[in-house]
């Protein structure tokens, strides 16, 4: 015998008597008012999509286990690095960056890989991408540059020419746009991708001796990426490819798996480094070199649960940069100061003031604030007051609090513009010559793609930033776009090449 079918609620938890037929005056009368299932079923029905992410738009994400492998201790006295075999409740959320939640998961793109640790002392959240450097080194600028990668306002169309008349104004973006055309552009799946933080992050231990850090994430599934025709036929034939990749996995036991790895260094040595290189070890821009600075195990990170409810835990997740820990810390990167503020309002807007109560959001620790009210705050502080106790003689905190003693600042405040000063081809051009042979062409090909329906203006100004990275560069994407001519698409088209 079946088990019984469980009675069909509201809301409110009051029992449904007909899901399947509405009061009516009649059996073909006008509806009544007064049937509060059929209205708050539609009321629900047209509020089940919240305001989308204007970036990262479309994810997947699962959950995991973060494994101590190695003892880091000397560098930060944070609890989920206390003891090898350590092990923290962790979910990641992957996605594509430009594209809104109805793109292909095979679009040329940088990757999310926003990684929250459900520490003993919070939430740590790890927000970084599959590429280890990004376009620019100063939020200003975000919100012109991720205009460029959406839609054109008057053809509501993706649209190369607004693209590389940003990227060929802005020669910062050329590190990271030697990535994304190159084979890395388009991952095959989450799985196959390494994943970084990116920016320049702090660890402080007991003694409260700082040192900056890179947090990078080593694919134990091994790199694979797609050929651009292959990213193009599976955005036809199968756009959620990277989300079902990553369920299924999961779903068959096939944890993916990926090694925590740590670059550290001192602000002395990082000063010296600046002084040899002339690169600023806080640029966005730019990586710290293996050879210069080399990558330390840490632990393991492991999927090994696909969450229950998309909406619920992939949709309403919201990480944020600044939550931290202490024992971590951040730096003067300028991209992370303007995130550190642009995540969590964005938060606020998008899921609400009372986000971080929901349960994929939620501390595994206890929550004591003065946060009250808003909308859905259904855990309220029941009857604790609502305002902190002044301490009359004061705190005693210095620095940064935590033990953290801060960092020292100087220089004159104003707006500081180092066009023309800056190294931005050093770095893009040990890029390129890392790749073989093969991949370079890939490289050219792709780029020649959407660089041949862009204006000549445009195109001159892209091909100089080549040249000054490396001449066989510039020759290569010459040569490619030559061998286009006559095949030129609209300008309307993708940048998948």
């Not at 609620?9 to 007909?18: K, R």
């Not at 104004?169 to 746009?177: D, N, V």
Request: charged share 20%.
């Amino acid at each position: 015998m079946s088990a019984p079918t469980p009675t069909l609620t509201t809301a409110s938890g009051i029992p449904v008597a007909d899901d399947q037929n509405s009061l009516s005056a009649g059996p073909r009368g006008p509806l009544l008012l007064q049937d509060f299932h059929l209205i708050e079923k539609l009321q629900h029905f047209n509020r089940e999509r919240i305001p989308e992410r204007v970036v990262h738009a479309k994810g997947s994400g699962a959950y995991g286990t973060f494994t101590v492998t190695h003892d880091i201790r000397r560098h930060t006295r944070a609890k989920l690095f206390a003891a090898v075999g350590q092990t923290t409740e962790t979910f990641v959320r992957f996605s594509t960056v430009g594209g809104e939640r109805g793109s292909a998961d095979t679009e040329r793109d940088p990757r999310g890989f926003a990684i929250r640790f459900y520490t003993e002392e919070g939430n740590w959240d790890l927000v970084g991408n599959n590429t280890p450097m990004f376009f620019i080194k100063d939020p200003i600028k975000f919100p012109d540059f991720v205009h460029t990668q959406k839609r054109c306002p008057h053809s509501n169309l993706k649209s190369p020419e607004m693209m590389f008349d940003f990227w060929s104004r802005a020669p910062e973006s050329l590190h990271q746009l030697t990535m994304l055309f190159s084979n890395r552009g388009t991952p095959d799946g989450y799985r196959h991708m390494d994943g970084f933080g990116s920016h320049t992050f702090s660890l402080i231990n007991d003694a409260g001796e700082r040192v900056f850090c890179k947090w990078h994430l080593r694919t134990e599934q091994g790199i694979r990426n797609l050929s651009a025709a292959e990213a193009g036929r599976l955005a036809g034939e199968d756009p959620d490819y990277a989300q079902r990749d990553l369920f299924d996995a999961i779903a068959r036991k096939d944890f993916p798996r990926w090694e925590v790895r740590v670059q550290v260094a001192t602000e002395a040595e990082l000063a010296a480094w600046e002084a040899r290189t002339g690169w600023n070890p806080f640029d966005l821009t730019k990586v710290w070199p293996h050879a210069d600075f080399p990558r330390h195990p840490v632990g393991i990170l492991e999927l090994n649960r696909n969450p229950e409810n998309y909406h619920a835990e992939v949709e309403q997740v919201a990480f944020s940069p600044a939550n931290i820990v202490p024992g971590l810390g951040f730096s003067p990167d300028k991209m992370l100061q303007g995130r550190l503020f642009a995540y969590h309002d964005a938060q606020l807007y998008r899921v609400g003031a009372n986000h971080q109560q929901l349960p994929v959001n939620a501390p595994r620790c206890p929550v004591r604030n003065h946060q009250r009210d808003g909308a859905m705050a259904f855990s309220n502080g029941g009857a604790a007051q609502t305002y902190g106790v002044v301490a009359a003689g004061g705190t005693g905190t210095s620095g940064f609090g935590h033990g953290d003693a801060g960092w020292t600042l100087s220089g004159v405040a104003g707006r500081h513009d180092a066009r023309g000063t800056e190294d931005d081809y050093t770095q893009a051009g040990n890029l390129f010559r890392l790749l073989p042979p093969s991949e370079r062409q890939d490289l050219f090909d792709n780029l020649a793609g959407p660089l041949s329906r862009v204006s000549p203006e445009t195109l001159a100004r892209q091909l100089a930033h080549f040249d000054k990275a490396d001449p066989a560069y510039g020759d290569g994407v010459r040569l490619a776009l030559k061998a286009r001519q006559g095949g030129a698409q609209s300008v309307g088209a993708g940048v998948n090449g």
